[in-house]
């Protein structure tokens, strides 16, 4: 299970917010004084749902992918070799997932995220037809998921900045949450179909159907409308390093963004490992079966998709700041408690709480990196906390692995709460994050 996740206010003046002294005017009245009519709410503005559809296409796909990936992998080599396919892809992601914001802010996120998809499309049939000549390499697979990691250091922190160009910054938190309803949705129907994939036609069929889910998403990209930054240039003449020398200071000047990038960094090291490595292995320990494993994973998506869909709904929380941290803080007593409930269906409830609160911390920290960057920083400042989130933790699951070994599930949950947990106190004691609002 591959965990996504985006752990700020701008400056810019918004270009569809409206405000009318006196009683509310007919359609025609606004058209002819020039004043613009009230934005449409993010769930029913066609444009971003397009951008919705073609996020959910590929994330399925994305799925579809991976379970293909280690099925070919088990089939061609030992199990080593397999771990080594399915492990190698995160070492290019976390050494280029920063300049992947320089190349989204320089390019811009839409034409970065269309080039990618194609270039995801491309990669995994070009293997779908070779598996049909042949039998499946090892090599083969190796240099695919290297492939698949640099488009990913590309492709996670444009597709995290793109929101901010296709809709108004008050809509951000729903529109991170209909992100969120559709990884969800990914997550639920990409294992099943890879699955029916593999059973029908083996990985060559799976990476076909994967590689058409990433071409579907890009004539939906190509329809979405962006709009221009507010008053500064895409690129810049200083280089790639010296883009992203520029995005650290801009970070660094900002009372909010700083402490809330510390925030995500420590909460995910501390959510990623215990919930992608530790719940299989706490399953296995507890007699608990694949079946346990799998009631387990369906309540946590269940509170995570109950996060985002009170969000797409609601709009707006109020306290950002503070609802976030606490949530954090929360969310961290009940992984602890994971390790330590007497049976499997207090394992689902459980499981349920964590996806609820780091459903609902993550969604608002990911609407306030997109509402307090400065629109021409926003994939940087994107790439960083994706650079946390995707590129580091992961790295972390041998060391999950390898201490739940020598210490059992209950010590090593507790250190990795522990460590969350930090994220969300260290989010109460900075008070401009604290106080941190998203616009109405």
């Given at each position: 299970?591959?965990?996504?996740?985006?752990?700020?206010?701008?400056?810019?003046?918004?270009?569809?917010?409206?405000?009318?002294?006196?009683?509310?005017?007919?359609?025609?009245?606004?058209?002819?004084?020039?004043?613009?009519?009230?934005?449409?709410?993010?769930?029913?503005?066609?444009?971003?749902?397009?951008?919705?559809?073609?996020?959910?296409?590929?994330?399925?796909?994305?799925?579809?992918?991976?379970?293909?990936?280690?099925?070919?992998?088990?089939?061609?080599?030992?199990?080593?070799?397999?771990?080594?396919?399915?492990?190698?892809?995160?070492?290019?992601?976390?050494?280029?997932?920063?300049?992947?914001?320089?190349?989204?802010?320089?390019?811009?996120?839409?034409?970065?995220?269309?080039?990618?998809?194609?270039?995801?499309?491309?990669?995994?049939?070009?293997?779908?037809?070779?598996?049909?000549?042949?039998?499946?390499?090892?090599?083969?697979?190796?240099?695919?998921?290297?492939?698949?990691?640099?488009?990913?250091?590309?492709?996670?922190?444009?597709?995290?900045?793109?929101?901010?160009?296709?809709?108004?910054?008050?809509?951000?938190?729903?529109?991170?949450?209909?992100?969120?309803?559709?990884?969800?949705?990914?997550?639920?129907?990409?294992?099943?179909?890879?699955?029916?994939?593999?059973?029908?036609?083996?990985?060559?069929?799976?990476?076909?159907?994967?590689?058409?889910?990433?071409?579907?998403?890009?004539?939906?990209?190509?329809?979405?409308?962006?709009?221009?930054?507010?008053?500064?240039?895409?690129?810049?003449?200083?280089?790639?390093?010296?883009?992203?020398?520029?995005?650290?200071?801009?970070?660094?000047?900002?009372?909010?963004?700083?402490?809330?990038?510390?925030?995500?960094?420590?909460?995910?090291?501390?959510?990623?490992?215990?919930?992608?490595?530790?719940?299989?292995?706490?399953?296995?320990?507890?007699?608990?079966?694949?079946?346990?494993?799998?009631?387990?994973?369906?309540?946590?998506?269940?509170?995570?998709?109950?996060?985002?869909?009170?969000?797409?709904?609601?709009?707006?929380?109020?306290?950002?700041?503070?609802?976030?941290?606490?949530?954090?803080?929360?969310?961290?007593?009940?992984?602890?408690?994971?390790?330590?409930?007497?049976?499997?269906?207090?394992?689902?409830?459980?499981?349920?709480?964590?996806?609820?609160?780091?459903?609902?911390?993550?969604?608002?920290?990911?609407?306030?990196?997109?509402?307090?960057?400065?629109?021409?920083?926003?994939?940087?400042?994107?790439?960083?906390?994706?650079?946390?989130?995707?590129?580091?933790?992961?790295?972390?699951?041998?060391?999950?692995?390898?201490?739940?070994?020598?210490?059992?599930?209950?010590?090593?949950?507790?250190?990795s709460a522990a460590l969350s947990c930090l994220g969300g106190m260290y989010g109460l004691l900075r008070g401009p994050l604290r106080r941190?609002?998203?616009?109405?």
């Open positions: 299970m591959r965990q996504e996740s985006g752990k700020g206010t701008g400056t810019e003046a918004d270009p569809t917010a409206a405000g009318t002294v006196g009683a509310p005017r007919a359609p025609e009245a606004r058209a002819a004084q020039g004043t613009p009519a009230a934005p449409r709410p993010a769930h029913r503005d066609g444009n971003v749902l397009r951008w919705v559809g073609a996020y959910a296409s590929s994330m399925i796909g994305d799925n579809i992918y991976y379970l293909a990936l280690s099925w070919a992998a088990v089939s061609a080599g030992s199990p080593a070799q397999a771990g080594l396919v399915m492990a190698v892809s995160a070492v290019p992601r976390a050494l280029l997932m920063l300049f992947g914001g320089v190349i989204a802010d320089r390019f811009g996120p839409r034409r970065v995220v269309i080039v990618s998809d194609a270039a995801r499309c491309a990669a995994v049939l070009a293997v779908a037809g070779a598996l049909l000549a042949t039998s499946p390499a090892v090599w083969l697979l190796a240099v695919l998921a290297v492939v698949f990691g640099t488009v990913d250091a590309v492709f996670m922190p444009a597709v995290g900045a793109l929101p901010a160009r296709i809709t108004t910054r008050d809509q951000l938190a729903r529109v991170q949450g209909m992100r969120g309803m559709a990884v969800r949705v990914a997550h639920v129907l990409g294992a099943p179909l890879g699955g029916l994939c593999v059973a029908l036609g083996g990985a060559a069929t799976a990476f076909g159907f994967a590689g058409l889910l990433f071409a579907a998403s890009v004539p939906l990209l190509m329809a979405v409308r962006v709009r221009d930054l507010p008053g500064k240039a895409e690129g810049r003449a200083s280089g790639a390093w010296g883009d992203l020398a520029d995005g650290m200071r801009h970070i660094r000047r900002s009372r909010v963004l700083a402490p809330l990038l510390v925030l995500i960094a420590l909460s995910d090291l501390g959510f990623v490992g215990p919930l992608n490595v530790g719940l299989t292995l706490l399953a296995d320990q507890r007699g608990w079966g694949a079946s346990g494993l799998g009631w387990i994973l369906a309540g946590f998506g269940v509170g995570a998709g109950a996060a985002s869909l009170t969000l797409t709904v609601w709009g707006r929380v109020p306290r950002a700041g503070l609802v976030l941290s606490l949530a954090g803080i929360a969310g961290s007593l009940a992984i602890a408690g994971l390790a330590h409930v007497p049976g499997v269906w207090y394992a689902v409830g459980m499981a349920g709480a964590v996806g609820l609160l780091a459903g609902l911390s993550g969604a608002l920290c990911g609407a306030l990196v997109q509402t307090e960057s400065d629109p021409a920083y926003v994939g940087r400042v994107t790439s960083v906390s994706t650079f946390f989130s995707l590129g580091i933790a992961p790295l972390t699951f041998p060391v999950t692995g390898a201490a739940v070994d020598l210490w059992g599930t209950g010590p090593v949950f507790t250190v941190a609002e998203l616009p109405r």
